[in-house]
T-cell receptor, first 110, second 112 residues
Framework: DAKTTQPPSMDCAEGRAANLPCNHS???????VYWYRQIHSQGPQYIIH???NNETNEMASLIITEDRKSSTLILPHATLRDTAVYYC???????????FGPGTRLSVLP | SQTIHQWPATLVQPVGSPLSLECTVE??????LYWYRQAAGRGLQLLFY??????ISSEVPQNLSASRPQDRQFILSSKKLLLSDSGFYLC???????????FGSGTRLTVV
């Protein structure tokens, strides 16, 4: 079973920031938060991951709360090509497999 | 750089026919390899994973099997396909000990 809960769908206006929440209240100390996205009919694409500090890369920012029980993926300027299903996954780095939940279907609207 | 290849991209097979999907990874050695399936409108389900040649772990009982005859080759097979085997099959790899997965482009299988 997935260890995360996400809203099933969200809309965002093109050019605005998309903020995708994820709850992981049972996360343990050695588990990372990973984000992937899947554009229709393609394989999932890695976006970003973090342990407890906020992270930023060329695709997105990841904000993790201090208690690590939730996080938010931020796409700063959403484009139509960001329309996809976004998966939030928690996993340690000692051999756990990735378990994908249903994710959040983000629709970026013109 | 590392790349992952999956083929074919699409496949239509009759019920009862055999199946062989191949996945290869380049640019790395001793990767962890994975097969996932995504039924229409559903999430990704882990089917098999392998941490080395000849080492296969199955996550769910099913009509499929997997093999790893070479370090960077992972094969998904079936002797007799069922209608319920239809779906989008994804191969992925990760470095030993961790980190994120890199997925292939997938094979869309339709069993008719």
């Amino acid at each position: 079973d997935a260890k995360t809960t996400q809203p099933p769908s969200m809309d965002c206006a093109e050019g605005r920031a998309a903020n995708l929440p994820c709850n992981h209240s049972t996360i343990s100390g050695n588990e990372y938060v990973y984000w992937y996205r899947q554009i229709h009919s393609q394989g999932p694409q890695y976006i970003i991951h973090g342990l407890k500090n906020n992270e930023t890369n060329e695709m997105a920012s990841l904000i993790i709360t201090e208690d690590r029980k939730s996080s938010t993926l931020i796409l700063p300027h959403a484009t139509l090509r960001d329309t996809a299903v976004y998966y939030c996954i928690v996993r340690d780095n000692y051999g756990q497999n990735f378990v994908f939940g249903p994710g959040t279907r983000l629709s970026v609207l013109p | 750089s590392q790349t992952i290849h999956q083929w074919p991209a699409t496949l239509v097979q009759p019920v009862g026919s055999p199946l062989s999907l191949e996945c290869t990874v380049e640019g790395t050695s001793n990767p962890n390899l994975y097969w996932y399936r995504q039924a229409a409108g559903r999430g990704l389900q882990l089917l098999f994973y392998s941490v080395g040649i000849g080492q296969i772990s199955s996550e769910v009982p099913q009509n499929l099997s997997a093999s790893r005859p070479q370090d960077r080759q992972f094969i998904l097979s079936s002797k007799k396909l069922l209608l319920s085997d239809s779906g989008f099959y994804l191969c992925a790899w990760s470095a030993q000990g961790n980190y994120g997965y890199t997925f292939g482009s997938g094979t869309r299988l339709t069993v008719v």
